[in-house]
């Protein structure tokens, strides 16, 4: 029983820890790098209209907020997790893969950054973050 609570622990943890560093990371970056002079993003319908006025130096915070996000959710379960912990820290990984892959599908980005996106900011990201916590497991 122990073990069942510790394991939802991390994962629930995961999960909140990893949203709240994308989300932390996404409003840093509209503060750093502002979107083009007169794009509303105050919507989706306006943010899909201006997605062609975007520049790569605009999509550098959202890979972040994608890729660190997932890195904190999958260390956090990874380290609190009693058993399976790198079945733990995937399952944070196919979660914000899942988010990832509906924001493709809702807000039409460039091709190179969906293809960047999806490869590399999700399931490479839980995976290091399970090898952050168990340096030295084989696995």
Same mark, same amino acid.
């Given at each position: 029983m122990k073990y069942i609570m510790l394991n939802?622990?991390?994962?629930?943890?995961?999960?909140?820890?990893?949203?709240?560093?994308?989300?932390?990371l996404i409003s840093l970056g509209a503060e750093l790098i502002p979107?083009? =002079?007169? #794009?509303?993003?105050?919507?989706?319908?306006?943010?899909?209209?201006? %997605?062609?006025?975007?520049? *790569?130096?605009?999509?550098v915070f959202p890979f972040l907020a994608h890729s660190l996000g997932t890195l904190a959710g999958a260390v956090?379960?990874?380290?609190?997790?009693?058993?399976?912990?790198?079945?733990? =820290?995937? #399952?944070i990984g196919l979660a914000f893969l899942t988010g990832g892959i509906a %924001?493709?599908?809702?807000? *039409?980005?460039?091709?190179?950054?969906n293809s960047l996106d999806l490869i590399v900011a999700y399931l490479p990201m839980a995976y290091l973050g399970?090898?952050?916590v168990n340096r030295n497991d084989a696995h």
């Open positions: 939802s622990i991390a994962i629930l943890g995961g999960l909140v820890l990893g949203s709240v560093v994308n989300m932390g979107p083009p =002079a007169g #794009v509303d993003v105050s919507s989706m319908e306006a943010l899909e209209k201006a %997605m062609p006025l975007f520049m *790569p130096k605009h999509f956090f379960a990874a380290k609190v997790a009693a058993t399976h912990k790198l079945i733990i =820290a995937f #399952v %924001m493709v599908f809702s807000l *039409p980005s460039p091709i190179w950054f399970y090898k952050f």
